[in-house]
């Protein structure tokens, strides 16, 4: 500790005081074993004295730095805060860093005691092995297989009674080392001091008039400035409750947002984004007079708001406040730029979103719009106890942003070199960024310096204002904005990623072609200089860093990828980040990447890395991954959570949920259904499913109109419809080339057949203006692409068990090249399942009559030879009789088997 004089206040006196103030209230929220615990301010409390007084007593103390490392948890927490009540320093790291990174993190800053996920026990131990440094390392969330000691073990030989924040500060005393690579890819480690924390708690918790009322949710990682300036400093010198997220998930944001009535959301752009794009997307799918209401709310919010108020807003989407928790009021978006559109959209929806704008350097908002003022694109004015100016503006006067005052650290960890490169002789500290201000005072950011791109013309283009222009197009997902030079010529440059939609629609091979026609549609109104001169379609997600910032030295580095012999875009070679390198070892991972080594597409090698997503990178789609989850059921025991399906999106993400389901301390009635998938998927008995009915209209008259419409036009011929006999349930398997297949299908069966057969398709073509009045008015059961294809599978084995006819599309969707697909295992699983046969059914001409993507040729059809042709009616003992199955043949070689035969009728 220095011997300068004691300035207060620091931190530490503010913590204290918020600590006994709110000893009785609820501190902390965390989900364990399926279930809410709460831990109050004085537990928190407690909890930081037995760690500081163990911390000591092991010998930790002033010139000792200490790693916290893992999840989003209370334990996390306690012993960020206890290696500096101890006399230390501590040193978040983000988990999700290459291996390399952490340790030369840990060798730089001699660390001696590390709290960690027990998921990175090994890894710690490892580093430990090669720098002796390391004396002790904590296991935050369990014991680690093998060995480690717990930190509650560890904790519990502390004092609870030893006030740990009672001890002496000064306000310039380091207190916590972050280290960043920000988006250059160079890492360094800023020290931040006692007064550095305290201008969240000062100034901003008053700027936004929040207190001790609010619950705030923990879900930006707490390694990062922006969650631990709002979720640490600012939340528990204010007496808020946090409600800890493990991980930045939407169905987990949204769980937590319900059950802990959240008011405050610290978020970063993409989370904001994700929320609303969600909202639409619902509002979407129930149809264009929905849609039309939710505008008109939205211009009526807009016009009568700043009369009648927020209450009159929320009133108008009180369906979308109650899906938020119905609390949910302050959206504090930071880390990057927030579209227009997202930022309006809240507001007319009755909350209050704000954007402020800081830096590692000043440990988290440094400039804030305040809560009851927001100013669309601006990160507000300065913080009180700082000064802002704009450094050598141009005539429009943006310039680059530069700092001084209470929020601004005083130097990089041991590098003096790179600390006086970024402070110049009058002590302002040079942020890197450009922006300008207004006659109030308000920042509004352009970009960062290194970001610029200098065209040979002499313009400046700024990458955020194009990105934020091309992301406004539905068709697009992401796009990074980079220059680099082609030619020794500066060009504009972009890597974009397509939507899921345009993917699903068009196929990966034609993303391309749509995307490269939107962003000449879009470049039209753009000035010449501020187009993309070269960008190319990749499958994503762009790299970023943790709080969401797009990596441009890595998207150069696939752009340059994308130049050599091969022609496509490869990712760049970067370490894997540790809490990936850990799974490997492990029986779960092994076991998992087996399988889906086994399942990916036939003829070809595929080795699965946590980071690789199960549908884009292994070429798992829904029925796939369905097989998938009930394999690893039957070989570890386990039983999925009902929407484990649709929220577990990478292979890591899978390991890690079977590791918690094998844990003893899962309370399994709570967290999961008692049934497997397979038994969820074929155990419904009829009585259990409401089943849609029938419109003579639609299944007959309509049906009746196609069909004599397509005979008088094309000589529809059919075949083997008259002879077919319908006795128990039937699945009616065909090839998909045209919208025009079903009402063909529909039509030709028996009457006394038709009356009693459902229909399955993707739900995509209920938003068909041709076909969703005809399906909505059916027995028709929607497959959503990507989504819950267990309950489709559910509704399907319920209808063939109350002795109903099935229609199946096997392929998944309409042929895009005329050329059957392969046949989803689907019809493999509901043959097994339900003992019901199958008539092959085999569609021709209707794709060159009416290909996906244009308007039907009403002339010359009758050179197709359209026809519809019914085979022999089969079950599973006659094909396996006949030697084209086996008693052992799996769901996905009965679907083969089916499709061979469609082929050659």
């Not at 909202?279 to 929905?290: D, Y």
């Not at 943006?398 to 005083?410: C, M, P």
């Not at 091979?509 to 939107?518: F, T």
């Not at 049906?703 to 349930?729: H, I, M, N, T, Y």
Request: charged share 20%; net charge positive.
């Amino acid at each position: 500790m220095n011997d300068q004089a004691r300035q207060p206040p620091v931190y530490a006196d503010l913590l204290r005081a918020s600590l006994n103030r709110n000893a009785d209230r609820p501190c902390f929220h965390a989900k364990r074993g399926g279930t809410w615990r709460t831990w109050t301010y004085a537990e928190f409390h407690r909890g930081i004295n037995r760690m500081t007084d163990a911390l000591k007593k092991a010998g930790f103390g002033f010139g000792h730095n200490g790693v916290v490392i893992g999840e989003n948890s209370p334990e996390w927490v306690i012993a960020y805060h206890s290696y500096f009540f101890a006399g230390g320093c501590t040193v978040p790291i983000d988990p999700h860093l290459p291996l390399p990174e952490i340790r030369e993190i840990v060798r730089l800053t001699t660390a001696s005691f590390v709290a960690c996920s027990k998921e990175l026990f090994n890894v710690f131990k490892d580093i430990g092995a090669e720098l002796s440094c390391i004396k002790k390392t904590l296991v935050l969330d369990g014991p680690a297989r093998g060995a480690g000691e717990t930190f509650d073990g560890f904790c519990s030989t502390g004092d609870e009674s030893a006030d740990a924040p009672a001890r002496p500060f000064f306000a310039n005393d380091t207190t916590v080392i972050i280290f960043t690579s920000g988006t250059t890819g160079k890492a360094k480690g800023v020290a931040l001091n006692q007064r550095n924390f305290t201008t969240t708690p000062l100034h901003v918790v008053p700027r936004m008039n929040v207190g001790p009322a609010d619950t705030m949710l923990a879900a930006l990682p707490l390694h990062h400035v922006f969650g631990a300036a709002a979720c640490i400093t600012g939340a528990l010198c204010a007496g808020m409750d946090l409600v800890f997220v493990p991980s930045v998930k939407g169905p987990l944001i949204l769980e937590a947002l319900r059950d802990k009535r959240v008011t405050i959301l610290p978020a970063v752009p993409k989370m904001v984004s994700l929320f609303y794009d969600a909202i639409e997307r619902s509002v979407r799918s129930k149809g264009i007079p929905a849609l039309c209401v939710f505008r008109a709310l939205m211009l009526l919010s807009f016009v009568l708001g700043p009369i009648l108020g927020r209450a009159f807003q929320k009133k108008l989407f009180s369906s979308v406040h109650a899906a938020l928790g119905g609390k949910l009021n302050l959206i504090v978006s930071g880390g990057a730029s927030l579209q227009k559109k997202y930022f309006n959209g809240f507001r007319g929806m009755g909350f209050t979103i704000v954007e402020g704008y800081g830096l590692t350097e000043t440990f988290g908002p440094i400039t804030l719009c305040p809560g009851n003022h927001p100013r669309l694109g601006s990160v507000g004015p300065v913080l009180p106890d700082n000064e802002m100016k704009i450094h050598e503006p141009d005539i429009s006067g943006v310039g680059e942003v530069l700092f001084r005052g209470a929020a601004v650290f005083k130097g990089y960890y041991n590098d003096d070199a790179h600390t006086k490169t970024v402070f110049d002789e009058q002590g302002w500290f040079h942020t890197g960024d450009v922006g300008k201000t207004d006659s109030n005072g308000y920042l509004y950011l352009s970009g960062r310096i290194k970001d610029l791109i200098v065209l040979e013309s002499g313009k400046n283009a700024y990458p955020d204002e194009i990105e934020d222009y091309f992301s406004t197009s539905e068709l697009i997902e992401e796009i990074g904005v980079f220059g680099v030079r082609v030619h020794d010529t500066e060009i504009i440059a972009a890597l974009i990623v397509p939507a899921a939609s345009v993917v699903s629609t068009y196929g990966a091979d034609k993303a391309g072609d749509v995307i490269y026609n939107e962003v000449v549609r879009m470049g039209r109104n753009l000035p010449s200089y501020k187009k993309p001169a070269d960008f190319a379609v990749v499958k994503g997600p762009l790299p970023r860093t943790t709080t969401q910032k797009l990596k441009k030295h890595e998207l150069r580095q696939m752009y340059y990828a994308r130049r050599d012999a091969s022609g496509k875009i490869k990712p760049p070679s970067r370490p894997m980040p540790a809490v990936d390198t850990a799974l490997l070892s492990t029986m779960e991972y092994q076991r998992a990447a087996r399988h889906i080594g086994s399942l990916a597409d036939a003829g070809r090698y595929y080795e699965a890395l946590p980071s690789h997503h199960l549908e884009l990178d292994a070429g798992l789609d829904s029925m796939r991954r369905v097989e998938l989850f009930c394999r690893l059921e039957e070989e570890f025991s386990i039983v999925f959570p009902e929407d484990a399906l649709l929220k577990t999106q990478t292979v890591g993400d899978l390991c890690r949920l079977v590791m918690e389901l094998k844990s003893p301390s899962l309370a399994v009635p709570e967290a999961v259904s008692a049934q497997t998938l397979r038994q969820r998927m074929s155990g419904a008995s009829a009585p259990d499913i409401a089943l849609p009915g029938h419109n003579t209209l639609f299944s007959d008259a309509i049906p009746r109109f196609a069909f004599s419409l397509s005979k008088a036009l094309w000589g529809l011929a059919v075949s083997g419809a008259a002879d077919f006999q319908c006795e128990g349930p039937v699945i009616f398997c065909a090839n998909h080339g045209s919208y025009i297949d079903i009402l063909w299908l529909l039509y030709v069966l028996p009457y006394n057949v038709r009356v009693n057969t459902f229909t399955t398709g993707k739900s995509e073509v209920l938003k068909s203006p041709v076909l969703s009045p005809f399906l909505k008015n059916i027995p028709f059961i929607p497959v959503e692409r990507g989504g819950d294809v267990v309950k489709a599978l559910r509704l399907s084995a319920a209808a063939l068990k109350k002795g109903k006819n099935l229609i199946i599309f096997p392929e998944g969707g309409r042929s895009r090249t005329g050329r059957m697909k392969p046949f989803k295992a689907g019809i493999g699983i509901l043959m097994l399942e339900t003992n019901a046969s199958v008539v092959p059914v085999k569609i021709k001409g209707s794709y060159d009559i009416w290909p996906a993507g244009k308007l039907p040729r009403i002339i010359g059809g009758r050179r197709f030879g359209p026809s519809v042709t019914f085979g022999e009616r089969l079950t599973l003992q006659k094909l396996i009789e006949r030697g084209k199955l086996s008693p052992y043949s799996t769901d996905e070689q009965i679907a083969a088997c089916i499709q061979n035969i469609v082929e050659e009728m």
